[in-house]
């Protein structure tokens, strides 16, 4: 999943993006779109706005990206605007339809080895952790982010991002804790 | 903590929530799929007309508006203090200047000095 970039290469994309050059940024959608669309995705709760927040984040990467510093890490500069664009999509979902949460979970991309039992009961608990808990987990456990670097995306201190992921595995593993002997 | 399901395992769930995770959280595969977002994006990029404005100007022309815009700071704070300096100098020169108020002398003019002398006559003949 992760793809491995090399440093000196995005370096002169950036620059070279910072001068204007459009294609030079073209290359660092490329590089980073799949990584940004999973930070996205550990965040909102569906495929549809994982893919909201990606264009979101990028084009305020690209509005921001004379303040960046072409010496720092450019993913995770760009995985915190990902970040934060996301939890504004999720905001501004709860306030306009808190009401429809468990349709929303119910969203495209599953892989069709994963059984409608064990979906349901994994849907149903993810939507029991709260939005927070759910992040930190998917993007330790699935994208495998360590607790300083999901404090610094999510805004939260890394202990609490380690006590979140504390209590989200309890609670899924609790969840679906019937279930493994049947598969 | 430990599950009802493995008491004595508990790595075991651990692995397969995060196993269950990895399945649910599976991105796209289809690289024509991501072809098409970065296409999204780059045209929402290219649309965009509110890039911020100092991504307009070089790294130099950046240096160099912002050593100007010290200087303008630098001589508007050195004008106020000039000023603020000849107006308390202003004040202290006026509260320092001595009271050179003429005395009073008297001054007999010439025909009352007449005058007196002729009293001075007749009073003492």
Redesign the interface.
């Known amino acids: 999943m992760g793809e491995v970039v090399d440093r000196s290469v995005e370096q002169g994309h950036v620059v070279a993006a910072q001068r204007g050059d459009p294609e030079a940024f073209a290359c660092l959608v490329r590089l980073h779109q799949r990584r940004a669309y999973a930070v996205a995705r550990a965040i909102v709760l569906t495929h549809e706005d994982a893919e909201d927040a990606v264009q979101e984040g990028f084009l305020h990467a690209y509005r921001a990206l004379q303040r960046f510093i072409p010496d720092q890490a450019f993913g995770a500069w760009l995985h915190r605007i990902v970040a934060n664009a996301a939890l504004d999509i999720t905001r501004r979902k709860k306030v306009r339809d808190a009401d429809t949460l468990a349709d929303t979970m119910a969203s495209p991309f599953r892989d069709p080895a994963e059984s409608d039992e064990l979906r349901r009961r994994l849907d149903t608990a993810l939507a029991s952790l709260g939005d927070r808990q759910r992040s930190v987990i998917v993007l330790h456990d699935v994208e495998g982010f360590k607790h300083a670097e999901i404090g610094q995306m999510l805004g939260i201190p890394e202990g609490t991002a380690r006590s979140d992921l504390h209590h989200a595995r309890a609670r899924l593993r609790q969840a679906l804790s019937g279930i493994r002997s049947q598969l | 903590?430990n599950?009802?399901?493995?008491p004595l395992l508990?790595e075991?769930?651990?692995l397969?929530?995060?196993r269950?995770?990895?399945?649910?959280?599976?991105?796209?595969t289809d690289p024509s799929y991501?072809e098409q977002?970065?296409s999204?994006?780059?045209a929402?990029?290219?649309g965009?007309g509110?890039?911020?404005w100092?991504?307009?100007l070089?790294g130099w022309a950046r240096y160099g508006l912002a050593a100007a815009a010290a200087a303008v700071i630098v001589i508007g704070v050195a004008s106020w203090q000039t000023r603020a300096a000849q107006e308390r100098l202003a004040v202290r020169e006026l509260l320092d200047t001595p009271d050179e108020i003429p005395l009073l002398s008297e001054v007999v003019a010439p025909a009352d000095r007449d005058r007196n002398k002729t009293l001075r006559y007749l009073l003492t003949h």
């Not at chain 2, 599950?3 to 493995?6: A, F, L, M, Q, T």
């Not at chain 2, 269950?20 to 796209?28: A, D, E, G, I, K």
């Open positions: 903590m599950s009802p399901h493995d508990p075991a769930d651990d397969f929530v995060r269950t995770l990895v399945s649910h959280y599976q991105p796209p991501w977002l970065e999204r994006v780059m929402r990029v290219r965009d509110s890039r911020d100092s991504a307009w070089s």
